[in-house]
């Protein structure tokens, strides 16, 4: 919803328009194991209560956060909680496929793991290279 309310450069609009797609991709994918699978219910999270409420003062922090920002400080700030979702996800399925007891959905997991995985190493690169740009950018305007 964000790339609707806000501007971001072609190089982040384009790797978030990615993620986009790979995580649709994911989520697809476990719709489908559930479908094949009664034991698994995407529903049915069973977070302790102080890990959901951990959770969502986390996701209500990064939306204020996002929200209220613009320029390279919302990029920043979009390329970061990417970096970190993605981690999550891609950590998520690597446990989830270790743990899969059909080779098939295995697999399944194990490719949904890499591509979080690679998506995760391009935000860390472009994050970096935005970072670098920034300090260039604000030693030059000191030296003004």
């Known amino acids: ?5 806000k501007r971001e450069h072609s ?20 719709e489908e ?9 995407l ?7 102080g890990e959901a409420a ?18 390279e400080r919302f990029e920043l700030s979009l390329l970061l909680t990417q970096t970190e979702a993605l981690s999550y996800a891609w950590h998520l399925a690597k446990v989830a496929g270790e743990n899969e007891f059909r080779p ?6 194990a490719g949904v793991s890499e ?9 860390f690169v472009l994050l970096f290279s935005k970072t ?7 030693m030059r305007t000191q030296k003004q």
């Open 54 to 71: 951990t959770r969502a003062s986390i996701a209500s922090t990064k939306k204020k956060e996002l929200l209220g920002q613009t320029g």
């Open 104 to 109: 098939e959905n295995a697999r399944a997991l």
């Open 33 to 41: 194991l559930a479908r094949h699978d009664p034991s698994i219910n």
């Open 115 to 123: 591509d979080m995985k690679n998506l995760y190493q391009e935000v």
């Open 43 to 49: 529903n049915d999270i069973q977070l302790p209560p």
């Open 11 to 30: 190089d982040v609009k384009n790797l978030i328009k990615k993620i986009a797609v790979a995580s649709g991709a994911g989520s697809k994918l476990l």
């Open 1 to 5: 919803m964000l790339r609707f309310i």
């Open 132 to 138: 670098k740009l920034s300090t260039t950018n604000q």
